[in-house]
């Protein structure tokens, strides 16, 4: 049974937000962006398909977002807030409002990487290096990330000192597992 007051039922998203929920920022290789790689904040919440009635309390309390399957499993489904302007109008308000526990300092880092990214702090190489290592913070200090912060770091150093907007072409690491390369919601060529 869902709690029936709405203040209970804010500290309920909050809870299982804590528990099953995951605030991130891939860092994907694209080519013709300024510096060869793009910042890609996303919110979610997995759950089994049986339990798609909590997914659809997020998708209703926040207003925004919406309800996919989990690519390779039909049985999960996730919650997914991928709309930069949703999660600096919606999505983080929210969370400011009601308090994290377990996963507040990831939320702080996703939050400052938001409104960054709104202010355009990404423009600069500077800005943008500063947003990398801000990334690389969250979620036990990228640990399941593709590339190491040196690679992506080195990129953006050489496409900044040539000048050049084209990213130089690098392999994941050897190795590591589509599980240690993080969620993929999609096919596997939408991102790291």
Same mark, same amino acid.
């Given at each position: &049974?869902?709690?029936?007051?709405?203040?209970?039922? !804010?500290?309920?998203?909050?809870?299982?937000?804590?528990?099953?929920?995951? #605030? @991130?920022?891939?860092?994907?290789?694209? *080519?013709?962006?300024?510096?060869?790689?793009?910042?890609?904040?996303?919110?979610?919440? /997995?759950?089994?398909?049986?339990?798609?009635?909590?997914?659809? $309390?997020? +998708?209703?309390?926040? !207003?925004?977002?919406?309800?996919?399957?989990?690519?390779?499993?039909?049985?999960?489904?996730?919650?997914?807030?991928?709309?930069?302007?949703?999660?600096?109008?919606?999505?983080?308000?929210?969370?400011?409002?009601?308090?994290? $526990?377990?996963?507040?300092?990831?939320?702080?880092?996703? %939050?400052?990487?938001? *409104?960054?990214?709104?202010?355009?702090?990404?423009?600069?190489?500077?800005? #943008?290096?500063?947003?990398?290592?801000?990334?690389?913070? &969250? =979620?036990?200090?990228?640990?399941?990330?593709?590339?190491?912060?040196?690679? $992506?770091?080195?990129? $953006?150093?050489?496409? /900044?000192? @040539?000048? @050049?907007? *084209? %990213?130089?072409?690098?392999?994941?690491? *050897?190795?590591?597992? =589509?599980?240690?390369?993080?969620? +993929?919601?999609?096919?596997?060529? !939408?991102?790291?």
């Amino acid at each position: &049974m869902l709690p029936g007051r709405r203040k209970e039922l !804010m500290y309920y998203l909050v809870g299982f937000t804590d528990a099953e929920g995951c #605030f @991130s920022v891939s860092l994907k290789k694209q *080519e013709g962006t300024r510096f060869g790689w793009v910042l890609d904040p996303v919110f979610h919440v /997995t759950q089994h398909k049986s339990n798609r009635i909590v997914l659809e $309390i997020f +998708r209703r309390t926040l !207003m925004c977002g919406r309800i996919i399957e989990k690519h390779g499993q039909p049985d999960t489904l996730v919650y997914i807030v991928d709309n930069r302007r949703q999660l600096a109008e919606k999505v983080i308000p929210f969370f400011r409002r009601h308090r994290l $526990i377990l996963k507040h300092r990831d939320f702080e880092r996703f %939050a400052e990487i938001v *409104e960054a990214l709104e202010e355009k702090k990404h423009a600069t190489a500077e800005g #943008f290096r500063e947003l990398v290592q801000k990334a690389f913070e &969250m =979620n036990s200090a990228g640990k399941q990330r593709r590339y190491t912060l040196e690679e $992506i770091l080195g990129d $953006i150093a050489s496409v /900044t000192s @040539s000048g @050049s907007s *084209e %990213a130089i072409r690098r392999t994941p690491r *050897e190795g590591v597992s =589509n599980a240690e390369k993080g969620r +993929r919601y999609g096919p596997p060529e !939408m991102g790291a």
